[in-house]
């Protein structure tokens, strides 16, 4: 009998971290280095707080004896030099004092196709004064950087080569697509253009085996294009653009899920995008939350790796396939967004078991609070006493502008402010409770968007949740299709497979929640 690899691998993803203290590396006159609160305020991610954050997450693993760390890419904000030298700085510091080490697949933020790409970002003093740097020449209004750029893939190499990038002298085995050598000239695939010429371009795959019979498989599912004299990311289709463009990934990720099976080891596998649709075939909601559609899954599926870890979205869920060709895609959600967790997988023969922590109380997330207070009074946000109820007003906040503008048509939403839920539908063809009745549609549009985020993890109370949970998920085609879209989000999104604690059979993929 097979005497599979137990243990803990945690798996974080997004940190997107921020040093608020690097601004004497883009000129300015003190250390301070805070992006402003309208930019963190109408972005997905806040930016300040994520390097508090991480470090918060990094300190649980360290007090559960945890050793081994998954990070489902976007390590830094924008792949700025000086974001790389600090976050490499964090984990290294964990490396040398706890002995953890780190296995990170890249995210479309930590890195750009060869030599990089110009970034422009919008900082603020202590006095609350706005300003822009970049590394472009500077125009009125913007302080010349030449560290605000995002870097290129060499050069990120260089900063993470001790995140499983490259060969470690503790490692028991460590692979590419392409062989054993870690140089980035050695890791050159193909990419497959419909009527065009084909590109060489690097590709940072790599398969390691950190301790006996546990490989992790990181897969680099970032493709860029040519676009004129620019690249183009790929980012809002994922894993589409791999099978597109570098199909050739799937056949060594079948091979290493068939050469697991045959030696028994357990594996994990890593890449920045969803593998399947963790939205559970809702349309519209965040409008660029492009999911794969079910052939590009299946295709996914048939490799054989199983268990798939993502980051990207920044949302808490789970969904897959169960069956022979199984696959379950983890979502985990970011540190640096609602709702500020990670996930924690213990692994024992052919189970996994999957818990999903929040950070809790994070120390020094409110640094940048003075600095906001100054350059929008009043704001809720610099008054939150707490990282959760800072990153949920974060989210209420961008709702309103930014999500329900961009995504519902303006009737639509002008019903929202006075109609309830059951007013929303009965303009579906789907059953309306009397306990409808009693919730606003604008209270259930905002729950939309925080399930959407947050899954388990919403914060949606007991009696309103048990509405959501008790609609049908196959609403009726017919009536209004934005009502029908609302109906269908509340129901599908609350009534999902568990993403906050549940295991996970590894023989078929089917998964069972804790608290039942």
Known sequence: MTEFWSGQVAVIADPHLHDITSGKA??????????????????????????????????ILVERGVRLVMIAGDLTDDGQAPNWRASAAVLNGYSTRHGIRFFMTPGNHDQWYGDGASLRKQMIDRDGATFHLSDAKAAPGVRHAPEMRQIGQAEMLRHASDFGFCRHADDLHWETPFGTSDALSDRIGTL????????????????????????????DANVYLPDGARWRDCGTEGWI????????????????????????????????????????????GLAERVMPPRAVSDAIASTGIGLHFSGHWHINRTNGQQGKDWLLNIAVPSTASFPAAFKLVALAGQQARIETVRLGQVAGFDAAFGAYNAEQPGNPLAAAQDYD??????????????????????????????DTLADVLARTNASVSGAAKAIPARLAAEDYYFLERGGQLAGIPAQRLAVYQAL??????????????????????????????????????????LSQ
């Not at 280095?33 to 707080?49: I, M």
């Not at 590709?203 to 990181?218: C, D, F, H, Q, R």
């Not at 091979?255 to 920045?272: I, N």
Request: aromatic share 8%.
């Open 26 to 59: 883009y000129g300015l006159q003190t250390k301070d280095c805070f992006r402003s609160l309208a930019e963190s305020a109408a972005s997905t991610r806040v930016f300040n707080e994520g390097g508090a954050a991480l470090v918060r997450a990094l300190d």
């Open 192 to 219: 497959n253009r419909p009527g065009m010429a084909p590109l060489n371009v690097p590709n940072l795959s790599y398969l390691v085996e950190p301790a006996p019979g546990l490989w992790i498989l990181s897969v």
């Open 241 to 284: 653009a791999v099978l597109r463009h570098k199909a050739w990934l799937l056949d060594w990720m079948q091979d290493v899920a068939r050469r697991a099976k045959e030696a028994g080891k357990q594996l994990l596998t890593m890449s920045h995008f969803p593998a399947f649709d963790v939205l559970n075939e809702v349309s519209g």
């Open 389 to 418: 109820g800072f990153l949920a007003e974060h989210l209420r906040g961008l709702i309103g502008p930014r999500y329900l503008a961009r995504d519902w048509p303006a009737d639509f939403r002008e019903t929202l402010e006075n």
């Open 472 to 513: 049908d998920q196959n609403v009726p085609e017919g009536g209004n299709e934005s009502a029908r879209r609302l109906a269908l989000g509340l129901a599908r999104y609350s009534q999902a497979l568990p993403d906050d604690g549940f295991t996970v059979d590894l023989t078929n993929g089917v998964v069972a929640s």
